[in-house]
């Protein structure tokens, strides 16, 4: 029996060795598989866990940008009321003064000079700590990656604090030369007015884009640099070198510069200066409603030009708007700006672009 069997595996060796080989590739082959599909699992898993605590850091650095927002708007009021203090003006005309037109002068342009300037500021503030605080947040979020290569911090505390002290000439040197630029602009389309003439919503709207253009496309510079000094060459002139950390700020401020001249940048500002006069105007449209009672065709409530109120009456209106502007409370006005969805957008694509090591973005 046994010599059957042997000669029976003699006569059909090259099938039993065959079947042997398909029967142990494919039993690796399977094991080599279901390695390839837990790897791969892993991968996705670990990937998707990255995500999402990228995510978290980037929702969370942007409720951070938000109360910074807001934390600084009562300091950039105060520095905007004492370069164009009207207070002073109106608490003149009260004693009745001999020169009470020249003071009433005064008060028309700066009425309207530190309005505009107020919604430029904030524009610009909203937009600059969007920057300064996803590029820092991107670093520290690489900072504290696991993965992380090399143990020198991209962002070290007191680079942050050097750094981010730049807003200082956005309140600073930066704002008294926007002051300058939107007086002059000022007092070219409503110096000659007289305090008498009536304008209605809409021809406030009109001086309000002649201002604009002439502020916006008549400055030899561009708004972004009333938003950042060339703090480099400052530091640069310290002593004989760098230190690291002088070093590692000028890095973050070039990388800055670059994004502020970027034509994205340029975008979202114009998005936030057009949301920021358009909600100025909505305000003021608050004292331009006809009278009660008054059912005439031409004072609908959506006419822009249903109203004309004396310019007299409208600089106490134009004065008063920034306590609203710049109002640390959640405002209509600031809000608008820091939900705006242009802001957002760009607000992650800095994040985006910091947030991810340099040898994914070769």
């Not at 750094?163 to 389309?189: C, F, P, R, W």
């Not at 003439?197 to 021809?203: D, G, K, P, Y």
């Not at 884009?209 to 310290?238: C, K």
Request: hydrophobic share 40%.
């Amino acid at each position: 029996m046994f010599s059957s069997v042997w000669n029976f595996i003699k006569r059909h060796k090259r099938k039993f060795i065959f079947t042997g080989a398909v029967v142990g590739g494919v039993y690796f082959l399977g094991k080599y598989a279901q390695k390839k599909i837990r790897d791969i699992q892993e991968k996705e898993a670990t990937e998707y866990i990255a995500q999402a605590r990228r995510q978290f850091h980037f929702e969370s650095n942007q409720r951070t940008c938000n109360m910074t927002v807001l934390s600084m708007l009562p300091p950039l009021k105060e520095a905007i009321i004492s370069q164009l203090n009207s207070e002073s003006l109106t608490a003149l005309l009260k004693t009745k003064p001999a020169n009470k037109l020249e003071i009433w002068e005064d008060l028309k342009i700066i009425s309207f000079t530190r309005t505009i300037v107020g919604v430029y500021s904030t524009c610009m503030l909203v937009v600059l700590l969007r920057v300064q605080l996803n590029i820092i947040g991107g670093y520290l979020y690489l900072d504290n990656s696991v993965g992380k290569n090399t143990m020198t911090p991209l962002a070290p505390p007191d680079v942050q604090q050097q750094y981010l002290s730049s807003i200082q000439h956005l309140l600073g040197d930066g704002l008294t030369e926007l002051m300058t630029l939107v007086k002059k602009a000022v007092l070219n389309s409503l110096g000659g007015m007289s305090l008498k003439q009536s304008l209605s919503l809409l021809e406030v709207e009109q001086q309000l884009s002649w201002i604009r253009a002439e502020v916006e496309a008549g400055s030899e510079r561009p708004l972004s640099w009333y938003m950042l000094a060339d703090d480099e060459n400052a530091l640069a002139d310290q002593a004989c070198g760098l230190t690291e950390q002088d070093t590692l700020t000028i890095r973050l401020l070039n990388e800055t510069r670059d994004m502020l001249d970027s034509p994205d940048f340029t975008t979202v500002l114009n998005a936030c200066l057009n949301r920021g006069f358009s909600r100025l105007l909505d305000n003021l449209a608050e004292f331009f409603r006809p009278p009660l009672g008054d059912a005439s065709p031409s004072s609908a409530p959506d006419s822009l030009s249903a109203v004309s109120l004396p310019l007299a009456k409208i600089i106490p209106i134009v004065n008063g708007q920034i306590n609203t502007i710049c109002s640390e409370t959640p405002s209509h006005f600031v809000q608008d700006l820091l939900m705006n969805d242009q802001v957002k957008e760009f607000a992650a694509n800095v994040y985006e672009t910091f947030s991810t090591p340099q040898e994914l973005q070769k």
